[in-house]
């Protein structure tokens, strides 16, 4: 499960990587995955704290951590929108004064329209009347119309029954014909088989007369061959008698043969078995020859292996240390700690995926590069929303004001300062945050026309 690969140290077998500061590229303590996706924690109910910074990349996805510079650069953004929002506010109220007196305008100019409107309802009226006139002289043609499609539609039905019996009665005429044919065809085939049978019956009555000689001739031959049957039993039998005493001899003969080849067939069998036997013991002599061999390499690299991983990996009371500058992890009885010994720890490479289950708390941001606490992020939507409420200079005036914002259990207090050049229509503004020993500030310049 543990491995020294080069200068890494692999934990698992598609491996958990650490190496140590004094070899990695980044010249820091790496942590990182062979399969480029690192998880941090099992349960939604695990705390991950990390204790100084942590730094990771801007992100590009909505579950990424972010980082203070892009909180920063999204909070000044959305600042500068809302001083943009609050003059443009400005702008629509001197363009609502102008609105109100365009719907005056329009409301009369509606009320010419309405009579305009009555006047053409009149003109409609009229021409509905002369509509449904047409429309009644337009029913009476389509029932014309119809009767008569239905006439022609009866007409073609007749047509083509009609063309349909022609056609069954010509083929009904042609299959007569071909009857007719068939029959006159049998009836010359019979004739001539009835001719064939008399002519069979004459030559049938010759083979009979001949057949009677024949029989007659065959009776003397029967008796001369039964009296040559009765000699030869007679010799047979005594024939017998010494064919029973040679086979009696040739039984005991074949008993002792067949017994020598059954011997000899063992006793090869065992020859057999045996040349087998010691040409597997052969065998497994030599494999097991070369498996001490290869045992003895492999024990020979496990100890040299194990000692370059008690090189890497040592243990100091309640922590283990990896690396010559050593990753260390630590297990003090109520939290496991995992840090660098040199202060520079990464966690993933470019292009890893590090994903944290349970909760990841973090210390305030302090550089761009840091990744931001729910803390830093409710403090600046609370400055935010404190300089949103900051009232503006209207009608030639000056105004300073103060506002309090609050986002969850983050507060901000806002201030401005603002001017309302009335005679050149230009609003001068300043304006400022500050919350959790973090401050912002914004100024804009607008023109009403």
Do not use: C
């Not at 934990?11 to 590229?25: P, Q, R, Y």
């Not at 002369?130 to 039905?157: L, M, R, V, Y």
């Not at 069954?168 to 001539?192: C, G, P, V």
């Not at 283990?320 to 939290?335: A, K």
């Amino acid at each position: 499960m543990v491995r020294k690969v080069g200068d890494v140290v692999h934990i698992g077998k598609n491996s958990f990587t650490v190496e140590d500061s004094s070899t990695s590229a980044s010249g820091k303590d790496e942590i990182a995955s062979s399969v480029n996706e690192l998880q941090i924690g099992t349960s939604t109910s695990h705390n991950t704290t990390v204790l100084g910074t942590l730094s990771v990349q801007t992100p590009t996805n909505d579950n990424h951590t972010t980082t203070k510079a892009y909180v920063d650069t999204t909070t000044s953004t959305n600042s500068t929108n809302i001083t943009t929002n609050t003059n443009g506010i400005s702008t629509n109220n001197t363009s609502i004064i102008s609105n109100s007196s365009a719907i005056s305008s329009n409301s009369a100019n509606i009320t010419s329209n309405s009579d305009s409107v009555g006047t053409n309802s009149t003109n409609i009226s009229a021409n509905s009347g002369e509509i449904s006139t047409i429309k009644s002289k337009n029913t009476s043609q389509d029932a014309s119309i119809s009767s008569n499609a239905g006439t022609i539609s009866s007409n073609t039905s007749s047509i083509a029954s009609n063309t349909s019996s022609i056609s069954s009665n010509s083929a009904n005429i042609t299959n007569n014909i071909n009857s007719i044919s068939s029959i006159q065809t049998n009836n010359l085939a019979q004739d001539s088989s009835i001719s064939s049978n008399a002519n069979s019956i004459i030559i049938t009555n010759t083979s009979v007369s001949s057949n009677a000689s024949n029989i007659s001739s065959n009776n003397v031959g029967i008796t001369s061959n039964t009296n040559s049957i009765n000699s030869n039993l007679v010799n047979i039998s005594t024939n017998s008698s010494d064919i029973g005493t040679i086979k009696s001899v040739n039984t005991a003969q074949d008993s002792s043969i067949s017994n020598n080849e059954s011997s000899i067939a063992t006793n090869t069998n065992s020859i057999s078995t045996n040349n087998t036997e010691i040409s597997n013991i052969k065998s497994k002599n030599t494999n097991q020859d070369n498996s001490i061999a290869a045992n003895t390499t492999s024990i020979s690299a496990n100890t040299n292996s194990i000692g370059n991983i008690n090189t890497m990996i040592r243990q100091d009371d309640n922590t283990i240390h990896i690396g010559q500058n050593s990753v260390v992890f630590e297990d003090n009885g109520t939290q496991d700690t995992m840090y660098s010994s040199s202060n520079q720890l990464n966690i993933g490479k470019i292009g890893h995926n590090t994903k944290v289950i349970g909760t990841l708390s973090i210390s305030d941001p302090t550089e761009a590069t840091h990744a931001t606490s729910r803390r830093y992020v409710d403090a600046g939507l609370a400055q935010a929303f404190a300089a949103a409420s900051l009232p503006q200079a209207t009608n030639g005036q000056s105004n300073f004001s103060i506002a309090i914002g609050q986002h969850n259990d983050e507060s901000a207090v806002a201030w401005g300062l603002s001017h309302h050049d009335n005679e050149n229509k230009i609003i001068y503004r300043l304006i400022g945050s500050n919350s959790n020993n973090s401050s912002s500030s914004a100024t804009s310049v607008g023109w009403s026309f």
